[in-house]
């Protein structure tokens, strides 16, 4: 109990609110927190969450009381929580600072790193009396991480062109997240110097950059990255030699265990690219 009660003061923020024993009644206000909880197997004590999160199948049956644009807090209050999972990247920041006055024991769930993602299953799990199945997770993520880096971040550089949203064109920057997999795959990201984490870009610095390799995410929003029309511009090689690549935005986006799908899935695209350019110098 007291060891319980001292990770969640090390590592959140909440009222001082009397915490008298483990956590039962979870509110988990972001897809990637539900999935940590259910990868930790505390997935059952999630009494409510946001739209999106679609994942596992049994996060489906799991109320839903509101998303990015707001919470019902009336909801939050009949549900009776005893902690509340919360992302600042996804969460209205009036809403988070109203929970907390409001006293509920907040977690404040922001991986920045794919390294952080074991990080915070082990913090779940110590908190949720889970320590052994998170501890468990925790591991097999850190060692498929680093066989895919083995794998792939040693392979000759290409590169990459991430394009984020399509209206305005949009990329990402070495401060965020999917530079990170670019990097581990080995691929160069041509927009890594952008004074943003997720800068919008103009067609002539794509261009530009010669990009070998463009990569989108597929996913939910109807103003995506697939709304650009990139066959018009054949003198970049990417689409010269239709090297562009879907992948489901919710295994790249999501700071959950899955983030190593989307990951490899992005690594295989790039080796793909790579062979194709490889064939192409040796028939020159």
């Not at 004590?45 to 739209?51: D, F, H, L, W």
């Not at 083995?150 to 305005?168: C, D, E, M, S």
């Not at 530079?179 to 952008?194: F, L, P």
């Amino acid at each position: 109990m007291i060891k319980t009660t001292l990770a969640l003061l090390a590592i959140s923020t909440f009222s001082l609110t009397a915490y008298a024993a483990t956590p039962q009644r979870i509110i988990a206000l972001s897809p990637h927190a539900v999935e940590m909880l259910y990868a930790i197997g505390a997935g059952d004590k999630i009494i409510a969450t946001t739209e999106y999160a679609d994942y596992p199948e049994d996060a489906l049956s799991i109320p839903r009381i509101g998303g990015y644009h707001g919470i019902q807090l009336d909801r939050v209050i009949e549900l009776k929580p005893d902690l509340i999972v919360v992302w600042q990247g996804g969460n209205q920041p009036g809403d988070i600072e109203q929970l907390k006055r409001m006293g509920y024991p907040i977690y404040h769930s922001e991986p920045s790193k794919l390294e952080e993602v074991a990080n915070e299953m082990e913090q779940l799990g110590e908190m949720l009396g889970y320590q052994e199945q998170a501890h468990a997770a925790a591991t097999a993520y850190r060692q498929r991480m680093l066989g895919l880096r083995r794998a792939y971040k040693n392979q000759p550089p290409i590169k990459v062109f991430y394009q984020l949203w399509g209206t305005p064109l949009m990329s990402v920057s070495k401060q965020s997240w999917i530079h990170q997999m670019i990097d581990h795959c080995g691929g160069v990201n041509v927009m890594a110097e952008a004074k943003t984490a997720y800068p919008q870009v103009s067609l002539e610095q794509v261009l530009l950059s010669e990009a070998q390799v463009i990569v989108h995410p597929d996913d939910h929003g109807s103003n995506s990255a697939t709304d650009f029309d990139w066959q018009a511009w054949q003198e970049l090689p990417a689409v010269k030699h239709q090297q562009i690549y879907g992948i489901d935005g919710d295994l790249l986006h999501r700071f959950s265990p899955r983030a190593l799908d989307g990951m490899h899935r992005l690594c295989e695209s790039l080796m793909t690219a790579r062979s194709l350019y490889a064939e192409q110098d040796n028939n020159r």
